[in-house]
């Protein structure tokens, strides 16, 4: 059974029943919490527990402060421009303003179209179980268009170079839907920090946006709201986790991962043919991890650039806020954990209250990949909210 809570108060508590998809493992490797997942609410939203924590604190002792956002990568071996060659964008490369592409992939057809936001260091791959089945649709709820992109520099897309931005992300987004023809109105889907994104496109571009779909969402408060211990627990995290990074985009620069991918993250709950193209963006193109790491060491500024925003309210648009029901403590650090998860779920709760139709739904026994782990109940979602949005549209 799922917890769903309706309303601009949260006040009514309904049961529902939706198939439930049993989570089988966490991410084997603990470098899948760095490039999987890499920042949002940080190492526990990842799945990293002390053990990582501690880890990823060590390996700052022996490199540098933080990584190079200009590195002078070596040329590409043979074994990666093999690995780039057999594993293609699988949608289209839309150019930018600036010239940069951004990779986006468009499947099904109807209105509104869906959006999906990836998590930190995370890319479109991440919605492999849940976009197929938005578009087909349901039995009561008829298909509609989806797409999932990738940040720049993650995925197929274009990197920077430079520390990003939310700004830079929703402008980013917002240039290639429309050079893509892809017109609104959009119903948007953000997991983990790709929910903070989410919120900041709908804030800034609300006649745009029909609807919301938050999955186990951060929120820019957090570390604020957290405390001061907690909060720069986090902080220490960030910066172990763009240090971690930054060592691995080395690594990956001299091909060291096209022969041994055994330090590359996975996960048993992707579908076949998914494995091999993550990776072999990790293994072949070293901004990958380097990426990773200026989001990871940008996470800080980047709460602080989305709450100056001061993002309290949505509107009346069909809003709905997936959570995990897992404790994971955000700062890794144990003593922390249980006052950091409540006050994640006070946040997450106040999403689901920034619209006068927002809803909050409780996951059980889900990780904090409720996408991977019931993929059935964040598909009904989002055809629940492009329902509702459709037929405010009459």
Known sequence: MSDII???ACEELVAVSPARRQARTRLAARMAC???????????????????????????TSGPSAPDSTPSWPAPTAGMLALRAANPAPGRLERLPDGRQLH?????????????????????????????????????????????????????????????????????????????????????????????????????YPL???????????????????????AAAIASGAAAMATLSAQKARQAATGAFVDD????????????????PYHALYAADPWVFQTIGLEA?????????????RITS?????????????????????ALAAHEDRVWRRLQAAQARESSRGRLIIAPRSDHYVQLADPHLV????????????????
């Open 6 to 8: 309706d309303g601009p």
């Open 34 to 60: 760095v490039a999987v997942a890499a920042v949002m609410v940080l190492l526990a939203l990842c799945g990293a527990g002390p053990n990582a924590m501690a880890s990823m604190r060590a390996a700052t």
């Open 104 to 204: 986006m992939t468009v499947v099904g057809s109807g209105r509104p179209t869906v959006v999906m936001e990836a998590g930190a260091g995370d890319w479109s791959l991440t919605w492999c179980l849940v976009a197929p089945r938005v578009a087909r649709g349901s039995s009561r709820v008829a298909g509609t268009r989806v797409v999932t992109y990738d940040r720049a520099g993650l995925g197929w897309s274009d990197p920077t170079g430079r520390p990003p931005t939310a700004t830079g992300y929703v402008r980013d987004l917002h240039d290639g839907l429309k050079g893509a023809g892809i017109r609104p109105p959009y119903v948007l889907v953000g997991h983990s920090m790709g929910g903070v994104y989410a919120r900041l496109y709908a804030h800034r």
């Open 208 to 230: 745009e946006v029909a609807g919301v779909v938050l999955v186990d969402p951060g929120d820019e408060r957090l570390p604020v709201a957290v405390g001061a211990q907690s």
């Open 261 to 276: 991918p055994s330090g590359l993250p996975t996960d048993p709950r992707w579908p076949a043919g998914t494995t091999a």
């Open 297 to 309: 060491g940008a996470a800080v500024a980047i709460w602080r650039e989305v709450a100056a925003d």
């Open 314 to 334: 949505l509107g009346d648009i069909p809003l709905a806020v997936v959570r995990s029901s897992k404790r994971m403590g955000l700062s890794g650090v144990p």
């Open 379 to 394: 598909t009904t979602e989002i055809l629940r909210v492009v329902a509702k949005a459709r037929v405010l549209a009459q």
